[in-house]
C-alpha cells in the first residue's frame, strides 16, 4: 500500500503564493509521472500540471504562475504558485504513479488540500 500525504493549502488573497507539497511514503520501488489536480465545487476534477522523466506539462490556466518539481532525495512533489487567482479556489489533489517491489504498477491520489483565494 501506497500513501500520499498532502500539505500546505490554505486561503490567500489575490496575488498571494502557495507551496503544496505531496509526500509518498508505502511499498514503492519506483516512480511514473506525478502530478497535481484541482476540483473546484460543482466541477469536474481537472489536471493542473504534470511531471514525467520528459519534463512538466502545466494547464493553460495556470500556465506561466504555477511551477510543478519534484525533489527526488525526499522523493517528494511540490506545486509552486503564484499570482493566485480567485478561480484557482479549489480542492488540491496529488497524483502518483507508483511501481510496487513486485513489479506492479498503480495510481494513488492524496487526500486533497483546500485552496481559497480571496479577491
Known amino acids: 500500500q501506497v500513501y500520499l500525504v498532502e500539505s500546505g493549502g490554505g486561503s490567500v488573497q489575490a496575488g498571494g503564493s502557495l507551496r503544496l507539497s505531496c509526500v509518498p511514503s508505502?511499498?514503492?520501488?519506483?516512480?511514473?509521472?506525478m502530478g497535481w489536480y484541482r476540483q473546484a465545487p460543482g466541477k469536474q476534477r481537472e489536471v493542473v500540471a504534470l511531471?514525467?522523466?520528459?519534463?512538466?506539462r502545466y494547464a493553460d490556466p495556470v500556465k506561466g504562475r504555477f511551477t510543478i518539481s519534484r525533489d527526488n532525495a525526499k522523493n517528494t512533489v511540490l506545486l509552486q504558485m503564484n499570482s493566485l487567482k480567485p478561480e484557482d479556489t479549489a480542492v488540491y489533489y496529488c497524483?502518483?504513479?507508483?511501481?510496487?517491489?513486485?513489479?506492479?504498477?498503480?495510481?494513488?491520489w492524496g487526500q486533497g488540500t483546500q485552496v481559497t483565494v480571496s479577491s
Open positions: 497524483n502518483v504513479l507508483v511501481r510496487s517491489h513486485d513489479g506492479g504498477w498503480q495510481t494513488y
Open positions: 508505502g511499498s514503492i520501488f519506483s516512480f511514473g509521472p
Open positions: 511531471i514525467t522523466s520528459g519534463g512538466t
